[in-house]
């Protein structure tokens, strides 16, 4: 398509979304990827939704969604001189109750910044005098590498290699949204690449049960408008129903043996969401089997329990309950150069998005 189609398809994209807002109520959908969060900014597309369509953010991001009590259970391993820590780069400012993966590499703990689950296992075979513990944090997006890599640890008989385990579960967290007295929600704009995973049907008890639409997107601003429209669509015609726009990269089916995969290595378990609370069978544990790999029990570490700063409102943000400037700490005490919350350290958080996109307009 030429750059001249191109665009021309977007005018009638929006002139679609005017269209099918026309006459309806006011309405607020739910993107629930944070990678979507940054996109619809970036893209300049939340800036076209029409009046009475309201886009809010969702708990899609992973480090904005790990509680304080897993923060501080890493940064309690970070100061054991035997102990390299091995962890995606988002997570390293993230603040504990006391302290931070930074803080405690800038007083000499071995923190390792990595890219994947496999940098860790080469991390541990490459230091063979320390255990390297691999934080294991995402959805089901990055669930089936940390699997692989511990699946690739026992073969290897690597005896220095643990995770600390916290990946999410999406689907039981949109159910306890929707079974709370969280923010109203009309419909969702569901995450490409966990669907790639869990394909699109995964949620249609979503549409069927809560009687919310949900539409399937990718990431470039065609997609995500048609994506927006099919919604639209659905609220004012009183449907529900799933929609996949991104038949590109998601199956009705998903990706079978990547959940074959994480099934093998990892059992349902209730876990902590910051401001959330427990939610069951919203989260991993490692299997029996697999048991001798879990850092906690290998360093005798709990999590404890989740905190929020004071002044603080990231799990309202999450939760869809408010958008960012709402915040008293927003732009003031909280920016990415001091951040106070989650939200505005993540790439793909929602404060982060709202001040590099938009600050400007709420200060």
């Given at each position: 398509?030429?750059?001249?189609?191109?665009k021309?398809?977007?005018?009638?994209?929006?002139?679609?979304?005017a269209?099918?807002?026309a006459?309806?109520?006011?309405?607020?959908?739910?993107?629930?990827?944070?990678?979507?969060?940054?996109c619809?900014?970036?893209?300049?597309?939340?800036?076209?939704m029409?009046?009475?369509?309201r886009?809010?953010?969702?708990p899609?991001?992973?480090?904005?969604?790990?509680s304080?009590?897993?923060?501080?259970?890493?940064?309690e391993?970070?100061?054991?001189?035997?102990?390299?820590?091995?962890?995606?780069?988002?997570m390293?400012?993230?603040?504990?109750?006391?302290?931070?993966l930074?803080a405690?590499?800038?007083?000499?703990?071995?923190?390792?910044?990595?890219?994947?689950?496999?940098?860790?296992?080469?991390?541990?075979?490459?230091?063979?005098?320390?255990?390297?513990?691999?934080?294991?944090?995402?959805f089901?997006?990055?669930?089936?590498?940390?699997?692989?890599?511990v699946?690739?640890?026992?073969?290897?008989?690597?005896?220095?290699?643990?995770?600390?385990?916290?990946h999410?579960?999406?689907m039981?967290?949109?159910?306890?949204?929707?079974?709370?007295?969280?923010?109203?929600?009309?419909?969702?704009l569901?995450?490409?690449?966990?669907?790639?995973?869990?394909?699109?049907?995964a949620y249609?008890?979503i549409?069927?049960?809560?009687r919310?639409?949900?539409v399937?997107?990718?990431f470039e601003?065609?997609?995500?408008?048609?994506?927006i429209?099919?919604?639209?669509?659905?609220?004012?015609?009183?449907?529900?129903?799933?929609?996949?726009?991104?038949?590109?990269?998601?199956?009705?089916?998903?990706?079978?043996?990547?959940?074959?995969?994480?099934?093998?290595?990892?059992?349902?378990?209730?876990?902590?969401?910051?401001?959330?609370?427990?939610?069951?069978?919203?989260?991993?544990?490692?299997?029996?089997?697999?048991?001798?790999?879990?850092?906690?029990a290998?360093?005798?570490?709990?999590f404890?329990p989740?905190?929020?700063?004071?002044?603080?409102?990231?799990?309202?943000?999450?939760?869809?309950?408010?958008?960012?400037?709402?915040?008293?700490?927003?732009?003031?005490?909280?920016?990415p150069?001091?951040?106070?919350?989650?939200?505005?350290?993540?790439?793909?958080?929602?404060?982060?998005?709202?001040y590099k996109?938009?600050?400007?307009?709420?200060?």
């Amino acid at each position: 398509m030429s750059m001249a189609a191109s665009k021309e398809n977007l005018r009638q994209l929006v002139s679609a979304l005017a269209e099918a807002a026309a006459g309806a109520g006011d309405m607020a959908l739910m993107e629930i990827c944070g990678t979507h969060t940054v996109c619809l900014f970036r893209s300049g597309v939340k800036s076209l939704m029409p009046a009475n369509v309201r886009l809010i953010s969702g708990p899609g991001c992973p480090v904005c969604v790990t509680s304080c009590g897993y923060l501080d259970a890493a940064c309690e391993l970070a100061a054991r001189k035997d102990v390299i820590i091995a962890t995606y780069g988002d997570m390293i400012r993230v603040p504990g109750r006391t302290d931070s993966l930074e803080a405690a590499r800038g007083r000499g703990a071995a923190v390792e910044v990595v890219y994947s689950a496999r940098d860790a296992i080469k991390l541990a075979r490459e230091n063979p005098g320390h255990n390297v513990v691999f934080l294991a944090v995402g959805f089901e997006t990055t669930t089936p590498a940390t699997a692989a890599a511990v699946l690739e640890a026992e073969a290897a008989g690597l005896e220095n290699f643990f995770i600390l385990p916290g990946h999410k579960v999406l689907m039981p967290a949109l159910e306890a949204l929707l079974s709370s007295d969280a923010a109203a929600i009309d419909g969702f704009l569901c995450p490409g690449h966990v669907s790639v995973i869990l394909g699109w049907s995964a949620y249609r008890p979503i549409s069927e049960r809560y009687r919310k639409p949900c539409v399937v997107v990718g990431f470039e601003p065609a997609n995500m408008l048609e994506g927006i429209l099919r919604l639209i669509r659905q609220v004012a015609a009183g449907q529900a129903k799933v929609e996949n726009a991104y038949s590109v990269a998601v199956s009705e089916a998903g990706n079978a043996p990547a959940r074959a995969m994480i099934e093998r290595v990892f059992e349902p378990a209730a876990t902590q969401w910051r401001a959330m609370g427990s939610i069951p069978a919203s989260g991993l544990a490692l299997r029996g089997c697999y048991a001798r790999f879990d850092a906690r029990a290998k360093f005798r570490v709990e999590f404890g329990p989740d905190y929020e700063p004071p002044g603080c409102r990231c799990g309202e943000v999450i939760q869809g309950r408010i958008e960012p400037p709402s915040c008293g700490l927003f732009g003031v005490r909280c920016s990415p150069a001091t951040p106070v919350g989650p939200c505005m350290v993540s790439s793909e958080g929602t404060c982060a998005a709202w001040y590099k996109y938009n600050l400007h307009r709420h200060r």
